[in-house]
């Protein structure tokens, strides 16, 4: 059953604190004499559901097109529950408990619950949903060395009370030589995302950007894992 983890975009979509917000601006129109309606469409590369790449915070890092390309393939990802409190930190404590089926995955997606809170409450999913310590990032990476992606249904992995921390959640997670691309504003609200291991697969926006994108982002089951995690991460 493949189902997708993305949100759709639109003007009133919610947006980390300082991203502008989604914009249209009509640059021509049939009621002004034009020959057809056109506009202009002005987003941040971190709108939505999105990717950040290590352009994002490393300056020799990769871009979309060098990392993703036109589409990401992972498998076996799984969906994890954490469900800390708002504004509460996510830590090695948290992660470990699921260390056993997570060493040979190729992503993890982290389910904290602040997806319930996205349409009701936007300035509370903004601005005081939990974030990641910058200790995981290396703990992912020492104890799941095929990880190549970190998703979670907050809007960020950095929570705005906390930005020196989540700052060096995202060089860590991203400035390395086996970067971990990381997912922010997941829709994983369906329960059953987390009862198997998941094929992920991830297509940007646009492919040449530079330091992230607004994805669409599609997972289905894998009932059985056989052989070597499949990868096709550059």
């Known amino acids: ?11 009133q979509s919610p947006m980390y ?9 009509e640059i021509r129109s049939i009621q002004k004499g034009d020959s057809a309606n056109t506009t202009l469409l002005s987003l941040s590369t971190h709108t939505g559901t999105h990717i950040d790449v290590p352009r994002h915070f490393c300056p020799a890092g990769k871009t979309v097109r060098e990392i993703i390309g ?32 997570l060493r040979g995955a190729a992503g993890l997606l982290v ?8 349409a009701t409450d936007p300035k ?31 809007i960020s992995v950095t929570s705005p009370s906390h930005r020196n921390e989540g700052r060096e959640c995202h060089r860590v997670f991203l400035c390395d030589d086996n ?29 040449d950007a530079p330091d992230g994108i607004p994805v669409q982002v599609f997972a289905d089951f894998l009932p059985q894992m056989t052989g070597a995690p499949k990868d096709r991460y550059p």
């Open 179 to 207: 970067p971990i691309l990381i997912a922010e504003d997941l829709d994983v609200s369906d329960p059953l995302l987390s009862s198997a291991p998941l094929h992920v697969s991830i297509y940007p926006w646009i492919s």
């Open 1 to 11: 059953m493949l189902k997708r983890i993305s949100y759709t975009i639109t003007s």
């Open 124 to 154: 509370m999913y903004c601005n005081n949903h939990p974030w990641i310590h910058p200790d995981v990032p290396s703990y992912l990476r020492l104890e799941c060395p095929s990880l190549r992606l970190f998703g979670t249904d907050t």
């Open 17 to 25: 604190p300082g991203t502008p917000p989604v914009t249209f601006h």
């Open 70 to 101: 036109e589409m990401l393939d992972l498998a076996p990802v799984f969906c994890v529950d954490i469900p800390v409190g708002p504004g509460s930190p996510i830590g090695v404590p948290d992660i470990r408990p699921f260390i056993g089926r």
């Open 111 to 118: 389910r904290t619950g602040m997806y319930m809170v996205r």
